[in-house]
């Protein structure tokens, strides 16, 4: 039995140069036919084509500069750019549509209805070549259906040509000189800017150099920064000097100051010994007598009276509000010699420390000032440094554009490039048509015409046609190959025996292809393959089916009884085709009686017809008359009884059966018979035919395939024993 599951799918196979070929040699009427017709259309239209006639004319195109400047000289210049000095800008210049349109309006008093269109068709210039090199000389053509229609056109183009360049002459040189001059005026108005900048920077900054005045400002720092550590270094000694001396007497300046003051003052003095003088009285009384004596009153009111005296002077002296008298500040009233001394010195100490102070203070300003200038130097010199460059370079500038002006004057004075007719436009000489050009055309359109139509043919076509492709789209064992029919078949013998063939079996084109030698061959190793398969399966009757009507397995049944028949086998051909016997018509045998009346119970007593062929025979029952129901005879019990009769009598049972695809008969035959062959005929079937055919066959026990009609025989050794018809004798093996 067949499974689905090995059932294989339509795969793209590996396209080689020999698949080409024989796509090719099936498809060649496709090329051929496309290649006549491609071949004929080509000679139809070189036939209907006008005669066209060509002129030439020729210039000399190359420039008038005795000394070419540089391209650096002129980059400068919009209108004396470089590149339109080389010819390929000269060339698409002398093909632009104004030249066209001015032949144009030259031609139309002769030809009315031409037009830019036309001419530009019609019309080429190129540059000439001497091998690789390119001349100074363009060619000029133009191609019409008139002889004399070349020579007018390239006639004005001529005119055109030379009176534009006479005219670009005439504009270069005032042109030229024109963006000089512009140019040098724009220069002399760049350069007074940049000048007025730079010097309107130097006004508002007050700076002539910013390089060498930072310089300046930096020493300046310097020396700032030398007098700033000295001055550090003195009053480091002076501070240590204050503290000493502020340790020995105890005192601020300010307050020995004011002591100083104070101990000096007369008035201060007498009020001090005047009230020590009461303090004495007035102790010694209060010896004697208590506080409310007269005369200790008296005293004490004499002492308050100094003490506020006492108190009004210092605050007079001292510009505070003095409202008590403390100890400390009594102390202050009566300072010696040396402390007098020490408060001068002191006080000389921190005036000269306050000195220093105030010094250090204006170098710390000074420097603070140096240091904001340095600061704004660099953006200063950043942009002096951008002013100053601008004026030297547009200096520099006037100065080469002057140059230029002198260099320019002399050669634009000579003009540009130079146009003359080295060769004048002659009559049109005919060039065409040719022939063979469009025969060529059509031969190699054709071809790939043809050969498009091969290919696409080929992929529409899906059928099977080499026993290769047929193996890979079926997992069945190969059991031989069947060659294609020949045309010419030979005639085949009468039998002599009796209750031999039928009256027409010899001139059956059937029997002929069956005993065909190189098909006789094929089927003798077909018939080989089955009885070794017959074996090992255990297949006594075996249906022969296709999936198509026409394949070959009528043909491949006889044949295969011939060949088992010669090997001895006993064999029986059962026509189980009841709707279309092949067997029956190829063989002409009677239709009145057959399976179908066995089956019906209608001819109990009939007999199988037998084919002799001399020594060599075997029995065929035909189909008989073509029953209403044909699929309800075939699954009757009488059929299957009928097999296993003829199983006991026959040593091979072969059963011809109708198409698979359309009908369920095959199927029904297959399921009662041992196994089943598939016949398939290459070119014919289609993949997915065949695809469909090895669904059905899933369920029955095929014991496998048989390719029919391949174009080559499988067999190179041939053996044909027949004498041929004039009773000469051929040679008993021959090579194909």
């Not at 210039?125 to 001349?135: D, F, I, P, Q, V």
């Not at 009230?275 to 007269?294: G, H, K, V, W």
């Not at 017809?609 to 044909?630: K, S, T």
Request: glycine share 6%; hydrophobic share 40%.
């Amino acid at each position: 039995m067949v499974s689905t599951s090995t059932l294989p799918t339509t795969t793209e196979q590996e396209f080689g140069y020999g698949q080409l070929f024989q796509i090719l040699l099936r498809r060649w009427p496709w090329i051929i036919t496309t290649l006549g017709l491609a071949t004929a259309g080509a000679v139809f239209v070189s036939l209907r084509q006008d005669p066209i006639y060509r002129s030439n004319m020729q210039l000399l195109v190359e420039p008038n500069y005795q000394q070419e400047l540089n391209s650096s000289d002129l980059s400068s210049f919009a209108d004396q750019d470089p590149r339109d000095a080389d010819y390929a800008t000269q060339l698409a210049l002398m093909r632009s549509g104004q030249f066209l349109q001015e032949a144009v309006n030259v031609l139309r008093t002769d030809y009315p209805e031409i037009t830019v269109d036309e001419l530009r068709a019609g019309f080429s210039l190129n540059r000439l070549a001497e091998g690789r090199t390119g001349t100074r000389i363009f060619q000029a053509s133009y191609t019409a259906s008139d002889p004399a229609k070349p020579q007018r056109v390239l006639a004005a183009l001529q005119d055109i040509y030379l009176e534009y360049n006479q005219n670009q002459q005439a504009q270069r040189l005032s042109r030229g000189l024109d963006n000089v001059n512009a140019r040098l005026s724009n220069t002399r108005q760049n350069l007074q800017d940049s000048q007025a900048a730079l010097e309107q920077f130097r006004i508002s900054q007050n700076l002539i150099d910013p390089s060498s005045q930072a310089l300046t400002v930096v020493e300046s720092l310097n020396q700032v920064q030398n007098q700033q550590q000295q001055l550090l270094v003195e009053l480091s000694g002076l501070e240590q000097q204050y503290i000493t001396l502020e340790q020995q007497i105890r005192l601020s300046p300010q307050t020995g100051l004011l002591a100083a003051r104070l101990s000096q003052s007369p008035r201060i003095q007498t009020l001090l010994d005047a009230l020590q003088t009461t303090d004495l009285a007035l102790a010694d009384r209060r010896i004697l007598f208590t506080d409310q004596d007269p005369n200790v009153q008296v005293l004490q009111q004499q002492r308050e009276n100094q003490l506020a005296q006492l108190r009004t002077e210092i605050s007079a002296i001292s510009r505070q509000n003095v409202t008590q008298l403390d100890p400390t500040l009594l102390s202050y009233l009566q300072l010696g010699g040396i402390d007098f001394g020490l408060v001068s010195r002191i006080v000389d100490a921190d005036v000269t420390l306050q000195s220093l102070e105030a010094r250090m203070e204006t170098l710390n300003s000074l420097e603070s000032v140096l240091r904001e200038e340095i600061n704004r130097y660099p953006s200063l010199m950043a942009e002096y440094d951008r002013l100053q460059p601008a004026v030297d370079t547009e200096r520099s500038t006037l100065q080469e554009l002057l140059i230029q002006r002198e260099q320019l004057s002399a050669e634009l004075a000579r003009g540009g490039f130079s146009w003359e007719v080295v060769e004048p436009p002659q009559l049109g000489r005919r060039i065409g048509p040719d022939p063979v050009r469009p025969l060529a055309l059509g031969i190699v359109a054709g071809l790939f015409a043809g050969g498009a139509l091969a290919f696409l043919a080929e992929s529409i076509d899906k059928r099977v046609r080499t026993s290769d492709e047929l193996q890979k789209q079926v997992p069945l064992p190969l059991l031989g190959i069947l060659p294609r029919r020949s045309s010419a078949l030979p005639a085949l013998r009468r039998a002599e025996a009796e209750g031999g063939l039928h009256p027409e079996l010899a001139d059956s084109e059937l029997m002929k292809t069956v005993i065909w030698p190189q098909f006789r061959d094929s089927l003798d190793l077909i018939a080989n393959n089955l009885q070794l398969l017959q074996k090992s399966h255990l297949s006594q009757a075996i249906a022969i089916t296709s999936a198509l009507p026409g394949e070959g397995k009528t043909t491949l049944a006889l044949g295969l009884a011939f060949s088992l028949a010669r090997m001895g086998q006993r064999v029986l051909i059962i026509d189980a085709d009841l709707r279309r016997s092949g067997i029956q018509t190829g063989l002409g045998l009677a239709q009145d009686q057959g399976l179908s009346s066995l089956l019906l119970g209608e001819a109990a007593q009939n007999r199988p017809h037998r084919l002799d062929f001399g020594h060599v025979f075997f029995d065929v029952l035909a189909a008989g008359p073509v029953p209403e129901d044909p699929i309800s005879l075939l699954s009757s019990p009488r059929f299957k009884q009928l097999l296993k009769r003829a199983k006991e009598r026959y040593d091979l049972v072969l059963v011809d059966t109708p198409p698979l695809l359309g009908m369920a008969d095959a199927l029904k035959v297959g399921g009662v018979c041992d196994s089943t062959v598939l016949v398939t005929r290459l070119d014919r079937i289609t993949q997915s035919q065949l695809t469909e055919a090895m669904v059905l066959l899933t369920h029955l026990n095929v014991m496998g395939l048989i390719a029919n009609g391949a174009r080559q025989s499988p067999n190179r050794y041939i053996y044909d024993p027949l004498p041929p018809a004039n009773g000469q004798r051929l040679p008993a093996e021959s090579r194909s």
